[in-house]
């Protein structure tokens, strides 16, 4: 089995403690200074100051990497993507610039039913080298994990074409990748005029047949106005939950659902968006273990003016993440220390609680805490080390990209060896 020392770690943020990280516990980054490494096979075996990691008799005959002093921490869990899609929808970026809204665009078939049209005609083969380029962008920033979700086929072979692509991408390149089923993403052409059927479908066919295949292990919807309705989500998660996939939801983006109240009544893994709760369901969700994912890379990219209340989720104890939302409508991007920058400088967090926001709590909310989201023994040696002497230059320096190594389970998978 490899063995590998790590040293030079100027600050070794460790995010060891309690799992999920709500309240001043996320500000808690678990620093090792001067700290080091051990890792064998694909896994920590050791971690602390480097003069007691390299002491180990183990460690001395291992393989060294020296990082030279960087700021290094646990690779980044991207708990929100649509990683498979078959175009940009730069068209779209302009008439938004010019003065369309998203919601409009999409009332006039552009917006999520575009990319469905046009995935549907799309090879497999074709979406799976620009989902494999884009995952080693991912790597490029930090990232070793990522949830990824179906909804640009809405209908059986689309979905279906989605989840095995992603399973076999999850086997054959280094990130981990976990699925979420997206079927109620928005009503489908075909079923414009009667969704009810569309709801039927899912609860009766496509989420069991899900299931029973193996093919996610989360199911979302997106309930919001012109998409599902509260109602309509609570038939399809209950449907999700009792075949043993776990709720998600896309929440409150656009206007207050109650689908936040929703997750914790379905005890959700998470509750994304969050844009237009109140501060009555921002204590409400404080009381539950539904992570509260933010996804400032939207109104960013959209250019709205509305801000998810972060602090008010923070303030009052919620378990906040953070994610990408990587997708071609409302937020391309794969870079979570953008986000982080956006984390910070638009919604108030520190860049303590975006660190935190964007490691740990995202791995539980994926349920992978036992082995990604902080560097300590029996986890996945999933490292990121920025060239920066201060953790908090990673989100101060917005729109660069500082991470100079990533590894995922042991193996430096950025730079690339030549
Ligand atoms: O999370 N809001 C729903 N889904 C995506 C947008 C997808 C798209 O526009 O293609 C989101 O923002
Ligand atoms: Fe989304």
Not at 90 to 100: F, L, M, N, S, T
Not at 242 to 255: D, K, S, T, Y
Not at 297 to 312: D, E, I, K, T
Request: proline letters at 6%; hydrophobic letters at 40%; aromatic letters at 6%.
């Amino acid at each position: 089995m490899s063995e590998l020392l790590v040293t030079a770690c100027a600050e070794l943020l460790t995010l060891r403690g309690p799992v999920p990280r709500r309240g001043p516990a996320m500000r808690d980054l678990g620093v090792i200074r001067d700290g080091a490494i051990f890792i064998r096979g694909d896994r920590i075996a050791a971690v602390g100051p480097r003069r007691r990691v390299e002491a180990l008799r183990e460690a001395r005959h291992a393989d060294k990497l020296d990082l030279g002093g960087r700021v290094v921490l646990p690779g980044f869990v991207d708990s929100h993507t649509h990683l498979v899609f078959p175009e940009s929808r730069v068209d779209e970026y302009e008439q938004r610039i010019a003065g369309k809204s998203y919601e409009e665009i999409a009332r006039n078939g552009g917006g999520i039913l575009s990319t469905v049209n046009a995935l549907r005609k799309a090879s497999p083969r074709g979406l799976a080298a620009r989902a494999s380029s884009y995952l080693e962008k991912f790597a490029r920033h930090g990232t070793t994990t990522i949830e990824a979700k179906s909804g640009y086929g809405l209908d059986w072979r689309g979905e279906a074409k989605i989840l095995h692509l992603l399973d076999a991408l999850h086997q054959d390149q280094p990130l981990d990748i976990v699925r979420t089923f997206l079927g109620a993403h928005v009503v489908p052409p075909e079923y414009r005029r009667r969704p009810a059927e569309y709801v039927d479908l899912l609860v009766r066919r496509w989420i069991p047949s899900v299931a029973t295949a193996g093919l996610a292990e989360f199911c979302d919807v997106y309930c919001d106005r012109g998409a599902f309705t509260l109602p309509q989500a609570r038939r399809i998660l209950k449907a999700a939950r009792a075949c043993g996939l776990v709720p998600r939801i896309h929440a409150a983006q656009f206007e207050r659902t109650g689908a936040a109240s929703l997750a914790i009544e379905l005890q959700a893994a998470s509750a994304d968006h969050l844009d237009h709760i109140r501060d009555s369901d921002a204590r409400a969700l404080a009381l539950s273990n539904v992570v509260c994912t933010l996804l400032p890379g939207c109104n960013f990219h959209l250019g709205l003016p509305q801000r998810a209340p972060a602090r008010p989720l923070l303030d009052s104890g919620a378990v906040v993440a953070l994610a990408t939302d990587f997708n071609p409508g409302t937020s391309p991007t794969v870079s979570m220390p953008m986000i982080l920058s956006l984390a910070c400088s638009q919604l108030r967090m520190t860049p303590a609680e975006a660190i935190s926001a964007a490691t740990i709590n995202p791995a539980y909310s994926l349920r992978v805490h036992d082995r990604a989201g902080s560097i300590e023994v029996g986890k996945y040696a999933d490292l990121a080390a920025f060239d920066v002497a201060d953790h908090r230059e990673i989100p101060y320096h917005f729109g660069v990209n500082l991470c100079s190594m990533t590894m995922k389970r042991g193996v430096v998978i950025h730079p690339k060896k030549p």
